[in-house]
């Protein structure tokens, strides 16, 4: 199941990747871009499109962090009430006999 999973990331890679080369290569015109009154260097338009979606992916992963940090230490501390829940019959018995 593992060597599945990864190949299936593989090929989603391979995929994310020619899709990439082909949007540069369909868009060859060269762009600069003026950021805040600095322009940054020429470079083709597909190239800025994948800068963009680049820096876009990277925001929406930061901004969703904190709710993820979040969830994850409530999960951990569910699942340490779980094991109590479950130790505690266990040791009921135990004391019974």
């Given at each position: 199941m593992?060597?599945l999973?990864?190949?299936?990331?593989?090929?989603?890679?391979?995929?994310?990747?020619?899709?990439?080369?082909?949007?540069?290569?369909?868009?060859?015109?060269?762009?600069?871009?003026?950021?805040?009154?600095?322009?940054?260097?020429?470079?083709?338009?597909?190239?800025?499109?994948?800068?963009?979606?680049?820096?876009?992916?990277?925001?929406?992963?930061l901004?969703?962090?904190p709710?993820?940090?979040?969830?994850?230490?409530?999960?951990?501390?569910?699942?340490?009430?779980?094991?109590?829940?479950?130790?505690?019959?266990?040791?009921?018995?135990?004391?019974?006999?």
């Amino acid at each position: 199941m593992a060597l599945l999973k990864k190949l299936c990331l593989l090929l989603i890679g391979l995929a994310a990747i020619l899709l990439g080369i082909g949007l540069v290569l369909s868009n060859p015109d060269v762009m600069t871009v003026d950021f805040f009154g600095r322009e940054a260097g020429p470079l083709p338009g597909g190239l800025w499109l994948l800068v963009a979606l680049f820096i876009g992916c990277l925001a929406g992963m930061l901004a969703s962090l904190p709710m993820l940090l979040r969830l994850r230490r409530r999960a951990r501390g569910l699942n340490q009430q779980l094991i109590k829940l479950r130790v505690a019959p266990a040791r009921e018995r135990n004391k019974a006999e």
